[in-house]
């Protein structure tokens, strides 16, 4: 067992490990079934702290991994017998508002930036909860409410702080570190700690966003409604087709509670009456019964869905990337919404398009640019003995869309840790990957991918 009494007494932050009263904290992670052991935790205070951990782990050939929020669907930053560079501790969120611009510790939420940014009246692409980190959702590329009109994350950062294994800091942008940069907009793990990115900032106050709910019997004839719409829907639109439990909130009737259903998730970033328009031939869908679409916070409607992901549950998802929504597609997602196996579990349709389609087709982000749809199954339960169930059924659910899929898919709902890396990515971008860890990382400290 390694002696990590030398790096305490170099760190302003803490190291957390076996044997420690709150190990078994510092270890777990949003999903439950991920139970793994590392070797400790270096909950990072500061850029100081990242650099002290990564020559520590240098020095005694220790393999790192890093963790920002958190939020990992298989667990990637806990790893047996790893280092876990922690920096959740890391938040710190400095917007420039003249410039549009905003400075971003590397283990910030989402929130974080959403609550900072949103003060001035400024956003910028970040997920579809707020709850999510900062740091893992960029560099994987990073889908959200805005991103039809402003791209992915990704495609907004415009330099980043690298902290590297040798322990040196590099500053990462468009004229400096060109492969590094080009690495973190286009979606992809780099073989280094991104201690803080800067992101580009825009127009982002009140969005005209919400829900319509619809009984899960019209599951199938909804989304046939809406494929022609949505291949017409401007920048400004984002939707997202979910089947789900109708939660047990006094805002959707009581008749409904707990029932199977089918929730039509929008945000119009832009004038407000011209969402109105564009918004109502689908407000017009016959036979919704609950109507949530309204003028709201951009911070508030990002925080809105944060319920739906609560930490600590059991999770199973895979994810498929779809360039049409086809009748076989149509029909397999309407049947499998009145066959969820847990209350918690759901499927999401995201709409891509507008500007992510129009973005750089870097790896591997290249294959949100080239297909239309994301179809994301989330098996979700709070009791393992409910895991078997579980796993079975998200398992058939993507085998009969396999057919109707692309090869690649988006990594951040990826959630078999075995397979992610040749599920997200072609064997030239694995060389590319490649080539940048020999050049940054040769000495092989970053496990791989993460």
Not at 73 to 78: A, F, K, L, S, T
Not at 133 to 153: P, Y
Not at 325 to 333: A, T
Not at 376 to 400: C, L, M, Y
Request: hydrophobic fraction near 45%.
């Amino acid at each position: 067992m390694l002696d990590f009494d030398l790096l305490r007494r170099r760190l302003v932050g803490c190291v957390v490990s076996e044997g420690d009263p709150n190990y078994d904290d510092a270890r777990s992670v949003w999903n439950a079934v991920v139970d793994r052991r590392p070797a400790a935790i270096v909950r990072c205070a500061s850029t100081a702290d990242v650099l002290e951990a990564l020559r520590f782990a240098t020095a005694s050939n220790r393999k790192v991994t890093v963790r920002g929020g958190g939020h990992s669907v298989e667990g990637r930053p806990i790893q047996h017998d790893a280092l876990v560079i922690d920096l959740s501790g890391m938040r710190t969120v400095h917007v420039d508002a003249a410039r549009r611009r905003a400075i971003v510790a590397g283990g910030a939420t989402w929130r974080d930036v959403d609550t900072a940014a949103g003060a001035f009246w400024l956003g910028t692409t970040g997920g579809m909860v707020s709850t999510t980190g900062v740091g893992g959702l960029t560099l994987g590329g990073g889908i959200g409410w805005l991103m039809r009109k402003f791209g992915l994350a990704a495609d907004n950062v415009l330099a980043a702080e690298v902290a590297l294994a040798n322990g040196e800091l590099l500053n990462v942008d468009e004229h400096h570190h060109q492969d590094l940069f080009e690495a973190i907009q286009g979606g992809t793990s780099i073989p280094g700690v991104v201690t803080a990115f800067t992101f580009r900032l825009h127009t982002v106050g009140t969005v005209f966003a919400g829900e319509l709910w619809f009984p899960v019997e019209q599951a199938g004839n909804l989304l046939r409604t809406l494929r022609p719409l949505l291949a017409d829907a401007p920048d400004e639109l984002t939707v997202m087709v979910s089947a789900m439990a109708t939660p047990t909130v006094p805002s959707l009737p009581a008749a409904m509670h707990g029932k199977p259903a089918v929730a039509l998730g929008v945000c119009w970033c832009g004038d407000l009456e011209a969402g109105a328009s564009n918004l109502a031939d689908i407000r017009a869908l016959k036979g919704a019964f609950a109507d949530h679409i309204a003028a709201r916070s951009y911070v508030g409607f990002q925080s809105s869905l944060d319920a739906t992901a609560p930490h600590g549950m059991r999770h199973s998802w895979r994810t498929l990337s779809m360039r049409t929504l086809e009748d076989p597609v149509v029909d397999l997602f309407a049947r499998r919404a009145m066959d969820l196996p847990t209350s918690l579990s759901l499927v999401h349709i995201h709409q891509l398009g507008g500007k992510v389609a129009r973005g750089r087709s870097e790896p591997p982000s290249a294959v949100l640019r080239d297909h239309e749809f994301i179809l994301k199954i989330v098996g979700t339960s709070a009791f393992p003995q409910d895991d078997a169930r579980v796993n079975a059924w998200v398992h058939e659910f993507a085998t009969e869309l396999e057919p109707y899929a692309g090869p690649q898919t988006y990594v951040n709902f990826e959630g078999r840790v075995e397979h992610a890396l040749d599920a997200t990515t072609s064997g030239a971008i694995q060389a590319r990957l490649a080539s940048l860890r020999a050049r940054y990382d040769p000495a092989g400290v970053f496990l791989w991918p993460r």
